[in-house]
Protein backbone atom coordinates (compact mmCIF):
# COMPACT_ATOMS: atom_id res chain seq x y z
CA UNK A 1 0.00 0.00 0.00
CA UNK A 2 0.90 3.65 -0.82
CA UNK A 3 2.39 5.77 2.41
CA UNK A 4 -0.89 8.32 2.92
CA UNK A 5 1.58 11.07 3.51
CA UNK A 6 3.00 10.56 0.11
CA UNK A 7 1.21 11.29 -3.61
CA UNK A 8 1.73 8.76 -6.74
CA UNK A 9 4.84 10.25 -7.67
CA UNK A 10 6.72 9.86 -3.67
CA UNK A 11 6.32 13.28 -3.37
CA UNK A 12 5.06 14.47 0.64
CA UNK A 13 1.73 15.65 0.46
CA UNK A 14 0.71 15.60 4.28
CA UNK A 15 3.04 15.05 7.02
CA UNK A 16 1.14 12.42 9.74
CA UNK A 17 3.91 10.46 11.39
CA UNK A 18 7.27 9.54 10.87
CA UNK A 19 6.76 5.87 11.31
CA UNK A 20 7.12 4.45 7.66
CA UNK A 21 8.75 7.68 5.92
CA UNK A 22 11.38 6.79 3.76
CA UNK A 23 14.76 8.15 4.94
CA UNK A 24 15.84 10.26 1.73
CA UNK A 25 12.37 12.24 2.16
CA UNK A 26 12.95 12.74 5.84
CA UNK A 27 16.92 13.86 4.67
CA UNK A 28 14.88 16.43 2.23
CA UNK A 29 12.86 17.89 4.74
CA UNK A 30 15.88 18.68 7.52
CA UNK A 31 18.28 20.08 4.14
CA UNK A 32 15.45 21.84 3.36
CA UNK A 33 15.37 22.98 7.08
CA UNK A 34 19.03 23.85 6.91
CA UNK A 35 18.62 26.30 3.88
CA UNK A 36 15.87 28.37 6.37
CA UNK A 37 18.62 28.19 9.18
CA UNK A 38 21.12 30.30 6.64
CA UNK A 39 18.36 32.91 5.87
CA UNK A 40 17.67 33.46 9.38
CA UNK A 41 21.44 34.04 10.00
CA UNK A 42 21.70 36.12 7.16
CA UNK A 43 18.67 38.11 8.51
CA UNK A 44 15.89 37.65 5.89
CA UNK A 45 13.07 37.11 8.00
CA UNK A 46 10.47 36.49 5.40
CA UNK A 47 10.24 34.50 1.87
CA UNK A 48 7.03 34.17 -0.26
CA UNK A 49 6.71 30.25 -0.45
CA UNK A 50 3.53 30.58 0.30
CA UNK A 51 1.92 34.07 -0.43
CA UNK A 52 -1.59 33.88 -1.30
CA UNK A 53 -1.80 30.47 0.59
CA UNK A 54 -3.88 30.28 4.06
CA UNK A 55 -2.71 28.10 6.74
CA UNK A 56 -5.19 27.31 9.39
CA UNK A 57 -3.87 26.15 12.65
CA UNK A 58 -6.71 23.90 14.63
CA UNK A 59 -5.76 23.38 17.72
CA UNK A 60 -7.82 21.17 19.69
CA UNK A 61 -5.69 20.90 23.00
CA UNK A 62 -3.50 23.89 24.06
CA UNK A 63 0.02 24.54 23.02
CA UNK A 64 1.26 27.99 23.00
CA UNK A 65 5.06 27.08 22.27
CA UNK A 66 3.99 24.31 19.07
CA UNK A 67 1.26 26.93 17.77
CA UNK A 68 3.71 29.91 17.99
CA UNK A 69 6.20 28.48 16.30
CA UNK A 70 4.00 27.13 12.91
CA UNK A 71 2.43 30.58 13.31
CA UNK A 72 5.86 31.90 12.79
CA UNK A 73 6.74 29.78 9.99
CA UNK A 74 3.63 30.34 8.33
CA UNK A 75 3.82 34.13 8.19
CA UNK A 76 7.99 33.90 7.37
CA UNK A 77 6.74 32.19 4.69
CA UNK A 78 4.51 35.32 3.68
CA UNK A 79 1.28 32.85 4.25
CA UNK A 80 -2.34 33.77 5.65
CA UNK A 81 -2.49 32.28 8.96
CA UNK A 82 -5.75 32.10 10.78
CA UNK A 83 -5.45 30.80 14.75
CA UNK A 84 -8.56 28.95 15.43
CA UNK A 85 -9.39 27.86 19.58
CA UNK A 86 -11.37 24.79 18.60
CA UNK A 87 -11.38 23.19 21.40
CA UNK A 88 -13.89 26.26 22.72
CA UNK A 89 -15.67 26.90 19.91
CA UNK A 90 -17.56 24.71 17.12
CA UNK A 91 -16.80 21.38 18.41
CA UNK A 92 -18.51 22.85 22.05
CA UNK A 93 -21.71 23.57 20.20
CA UNK A 94 -22.25 19.73 18.81
CA UNK A 95 -20.40 20.01 15.56
CA UNK A 96 -18.30 16.86 14.53
CA UNK A 97 -14.56 17.37 13.67
CA UNK A 98 -15.09 16.57 10.04
CA UNK A 99 -18.41 19.04 10.15
CA UNK A 100 -15.52 21.78 11.23
CA UNK A 101 -12.88 20.43 8.68
CA UNK A 102 -15.81 20.70 5.43
CA UNK A 103 -16.73 24.30 6.46
CA UNK A 104 -12.98 25.83 6.71
CA UNK A 105 -12.19 23.66 3.37
CA UNK A 106 -15.10 25.50 1.87
CA UNK A 107 -12.85 28.94 2.61
CA UNK A 108 -10.51 27.84 0.71
CA UNK A 109 -8.36 26.50 3.32
CA UNK A 110 -4.72 25.34 1.71
CA UNK A 111 -2.97 23.62 5.18
CA UNK A 112 -3.83 22.28 8.16
CA UNK A 113 -1.80 22.25 11.08
CA UNK A 114 -3.73 20.02 13.38
CA UNK A 115 -3.13 19.06 17.31
CA UNK A 116 -5.72 16.83 18.95
CA UNK A 117 -5.43 14.84 22.28
CA UNK A 118 -7.18 11.38 20.09
CA UNK A 119 -4.56 9.65 18.32
CA UNK A 120 -5.21 8.95 14.98
CA UNK A 121 -7.12 12.62 14.50
CA UNK A 122 -5.18 13.91 11.65
CA UNK A 123 -4.86 11.04 9.62
CA UNK A 124 -9.11 11.32 9.62
CA UNK A 125 -8.68 14.62 8.12
CA UNK A 126 -6.09 13.39 5.47
CA UNK A 127 -8.66 10.46 4.36
CA UNK A 128 -11.90 13.05 4.45
CA UNK A 129 -9.65 14.97 2.48
CA UNK A 130 -8.91 12.63 -0.02
CA UNK A 131 -12.31 11.39 -0.37
CA UNK A 132 -13.94 14.58 -1.00
CA UNK A 133 -11.46 14.97 -4.18
CA UNK A 134 -9.28 17.90 -2.43
CA UNK A 135 -6.10 16.59 -2.92
CA UNK A 136 -4.55 20.43 -2.92
CA UNK A 137 -5.24 20.54 0.63
CA UNK A 138 -2.70 19.62 3.25
CA UNK A 139 -2.53 18.20 6.81
CA UNK A 140 0.71 18.37 9.12
CA UNK A 141 0.30 16.92 12.53
CA UNK A 142 1.18 19.05 15.00
CA UNK A 143 0.55 16.21 17.73
CA UNK A 144 -2.17 13.42 18.20
CA UNK A 145 -2.69 12.09 21.56
CA UNK A 146 0.33 9.28 22.48
CA UNK A 147 0.70 9.00 18.77
CA UNK A 148 3.28 11.33 17.00
CA UNK A 149 4.67 14.74 16.87
CA UNK A 150 6.73 14.65 13.64
CA UNK A 151 7.80 18.16 13.27
CA UNK A 152 9.10 18.03 17.22
CA UNK A 153 10.36 14.82 15.93
CA UNK A 154 12.46 16.15 13.09
CA UNK A 155 13.50 19.50 14.74
CA UNK A 156 15.09 16.80 17.25
CA UNK A 157 16.74 15.25 14.30
CA UNK A 158 18.11 18.53 12.73
CA UNK A 159 19.27 19.40 16.20
CA UNK A 160 21.66 16.26 16.39
CA UNK A 161 22.38 16.37 12.62
CA UNK A 162 23.45 19.59 13.50
CA UNK A 163 25.53 19.18 16.04
CA UNK A 164 27.23 15.57 15.18
CA UNK A 165 26.78 16.25 11.37
CA UNK A 166 24.94 12.83 10.79
CA UNK A 167 23.53 9.57 12.23
CA UNK A 168 26.11 6.98 11.67
CA UNK A 169 27.86 5.87 15.15
CA UNK A 170 25.78 7.54 17.32
CA UNK A 171 24.09 6.77 20.63
CA UNK A 172 21.25 8.30 21.60
CA UNK A 173 19.25 8.07 24.90
CA UNK A 174 16.09 9.27 25.52
CA UNK A 175 15.16 9.53 28.67
CA UNK A 176 12.12 9.44 31.22
CA UNK A 177 8.31 9.14 30.31
CA UNK A 178 8.64 7.13 26.51
CA UNK A 179 5.28 5.43 27.56
CA UNK A 180 2.96 8.96 27.17
CA UNK A 181 5.69 10.97 24.82
CA UNK A 182 4.29 11.06 21.06
CA UNK A 183 7.54 12.79 20.76
CA UNK A 184 9.48 10.05 22.22
CA UNK A 185 7.85 7.60 19.40
CA UNK A 186 8.55 10.39 16.66
CA UNK A 187 12.29 11.04 16.99
CA UNK A 188 12.62 7.13 18.00
CA UNK A 189 11.20 6.22 14.08
CA UNK A 190 13.09 9.04 12.78
CA UNK A 191 16.91 7.60 14.21
CA UNK A 192 16.42 4.10 12.93
CA UNK A 193 14.66 5.08 9.69
CA UNK A 194 18.22 7.77 9.20
CA UNK A 195 20.52 4.64 10.29
CA UNK A 196 21.25 5.39 13.91
CA UNK A 197 23.03 2.53 14.90
CA UNK A 198 21.64 2.27 19.10
CA UNK A 199 19.06 4.11 20.10
CA UNK A 200 18.94 4.00 23.66
CA UNK A 201 15.27 4.73 25.96
CA UNK A 202 15.81 5.13 29.61
CA UNK A 203 12.95 5.16 32.42
CA UNK A 204 11.38 3.14 34.97
CA UNK A 205 9.27 -0.15 34.18
CA UNK A 206 6.52 2.19 34.62
CA UNK A 207 7.02 4.89 32.29
CA UNK A 208 8.73 2.42 29.37
CA UNK A 209 5.95 0.83 26.76
CA UNK A 210 5.39 -2.98 26.98
CA UNK A 211 7.57 -4.72 24.76
CA UNK A 212 9.72 -1.44 24.35
CA UNK A 213 12.87 -3.37 22.09
CA UNK A 214 10.33 -3.74 19.47
CA UNK A 215 10.50 -0.26 18.31
CA UNK A 216 14.39 -0.90 17.23
CA UNK A 217 15.74 0.39 21.30
CA UNK A 218 17.83 -0.46 24.26
CA UNK A 219 15.66 -0.68 27.22
CA UNK A 220 17.67 0.76 30.46
CA UNK A 221 16.17 1.06 34.09
CA UNK A 222 19.63 2.26 35.53
CA UNK A 223 20.07 5.96 33.96
CA UNK A 224 23.22 5.85 34.84
CA UNK A 225 24.51 2.39 32.78
CA UNK A 226 21.93 4.34 29.94
CA UNK A 227 24.09 7.29 29.69
CA UNK A 228 27.55 5.33 29.37
CA UNK A 229 29.06 6.55 25.88
CA UNK A 230 25.96 8.65 24.48
CA UNK A 231 26.66 11.22 22.23
CA UNK A 232 23.01 13.01 22.56
CA UNK A 233 20.99 12.96 25.49
CA UNK A 234 16.93 13.57 24.97
CA UNK A 235 15.57 14.18 28.17
CA UNK A 236 11.28 13.98 28.34
CA UNK A 237 8.89 15.92 30.14
CA UNK A 238 6.73 14.23 32.50
CA UNK A 239 3.23 13.88 30.95
CA UNK A 240 1.14 13.81 34.28
CA UNK A 241 -1.98 15.34 32.61
CA UNK A 242 -1.56 11.88 30.67
CA UNK A 243 -1.07 9.47 33.27
CA UNK A 244 -4.15 7.50 34.75
CA UNK A 245 -3.10 6.59 38.62
CA UNK A 246 0.05 7.14 40.68
CA UNK A 247 2.82 6.05 38.21
CA UNK A 248 5.80 7.38 40.30
CA UNK A 249 6.34 7.72 44.10
CA UNK A 250 7.26 11.41 44.17
CA UNK A 251 8.80 14.12 41.82
CA UNK A 252 12.09 13.93 44.16
CA UNK A 253 11.82 10.09 44.03
CA UNK A 254 12.18 10.70 39.94
CA UNK A 255 14.62 13.46 40.18
CA UNK A 256 16.86 11.27 42.33
CA UNK A 257 17.09 8.31 39.92
CA UNK A 258 16.55 9.70 36.24
CA UNK A 259 16.74 13.78 36.29
CA UNK A 260 19.88 14.47 34.66
CA UNK A 261 22.58 16.34 36.67
CA UNK A 262 25.87 17.17 36.17
CA UNK A 263 27.28 13.97 37.76
CA UNK A 264 24.98 11.90 35.47
CA UNK A 265 26.22 13.65 32.55
CA UNK A 266 29.26 12.74 33.26
CA UNK A 267 29.39 9.14 32.26
CA UNK A 268 27.87 10.40 28.67
CA UNK A 269 31.00 11.37 25.72
CA UNK A 270 32.76 14.72 26.85
CA UNK A 271 31.10 15.88 23.84
CA UNK A 272 27.72 14.73 24.32
CA UNK A 273 24.66 17.45 23.74
CA UNK A 274 21.39 17.55 26.06
CA UNK A 275 18.09 18.60 24.67
CA UNK A 276 14.50 18.57 25.90
CA UNK A 277 11.31 19.24 23.77
CA UNK A 278 10.25 21.62 26.69
CA UNK A 279 8.64 22.98 28.72
CA UNK A 280 11.28 21.87 31.33
CA UNK A 281 10.13 20.96 35.22
CA UNK A 282 13.43 22.05 36.51
CA UNK A 283 14.84 20.00 39.52
CA UNK A 284 12.42 16.95 38.34
CA UNK A 285 13.75 15.80 34.97
CA UNK A 286 16.68 17.74 34.88
CA UNK A 287 19.16 19.76 37.31
CA UNK A 288 19.21 24.14 36.44
CA UNK A 289 22.94 23.72 35.73
CA UNK A 290 22.57 21.05 33.08
CA UNK A 291 19.66 23.17 31.79
CA UNK A 292 21.45 26.05 31.36
CA UNK A 293 24.74 24.47 30.80
CA UNK A 294 27.40 24.47 27.70
CA UNK A 295 26.70 21.29 26.92
CA UNK A 296 22.50 22.20 26.25
CA UNK A 297 21.40 22.81 22.83
CA UNK A 298 17.48 23.68 24.16
CA UNK A 299 17.04 27.28 23.11
CA UNK A 300 18.50 26.24 19.48
CA UNK A 301 15.91 23.30 19.53
CA UNK A 302 13.04 25.99 19.70
CA UNK A 303 15.18 28.07 16.77
CA UNK A 304 15.73 24.95 14.55
CA UNK A 305 11.69 24.44 15.19
CA UNK A 306 10.57 27.37 13.79
CA UNK A 307 12.83 26.25 10.05
CA UNK A 308 11.63 23.05 10.39
CA UNK A 309 7.71 24.25 10.34
CA UNK A 310 8.82 26.03 7.64
CA UNK A 311 10.25 23.20 5.44
CA UNK A 312 7.71 20.84 6.20
CA UNK A 313 4.72 23.41 5.05
CA UNK A 314 6.15 24.73 1.78
CA UNK A 315 7.24 21.76 0.86
CA UNK A 316 3.68 19.63 1.89
CA UNK A 317 2.38 22.84 0.21
CA UNK A 318 3.85 22.05 -3.00
CA UNK A 319 6.74 25.13 -3.04
CA UNK A 320 10.65 24.12 -3.38
Given at each position: MRNPQLNAQGELTHLLTLEGLPADVIGAILDTAAQFVSIGEREVKKVPLLRGKAVFNLFFENSTRT?????????????????LNIGVSSTSKGETLLDTIDNLVAMDADVFVVRHAQSGAPHLIAEHLASLGRSHVHVVNAGDGRHAHPTQGLLDL???????????????????????????????????????????????????????????????????????????????????????????????????????????????????????????????????????????????????????????????????
Open positions: RTTFEIAAKRLSADVINYTIRHYKQDFHGLTVAIVGDVLHSRVARSLIHGLTALGTPEVRVIGPRTLLPTAAETLGVRVFHDMRDGLRGCDAVVMLRLQSERMNGALLPSAGEYFKHYGLTQEKLALARPDAIVMHPGPMNRGVEIDSPVADGERSVILPQVTFGIAVRMAVMSIVAGAR
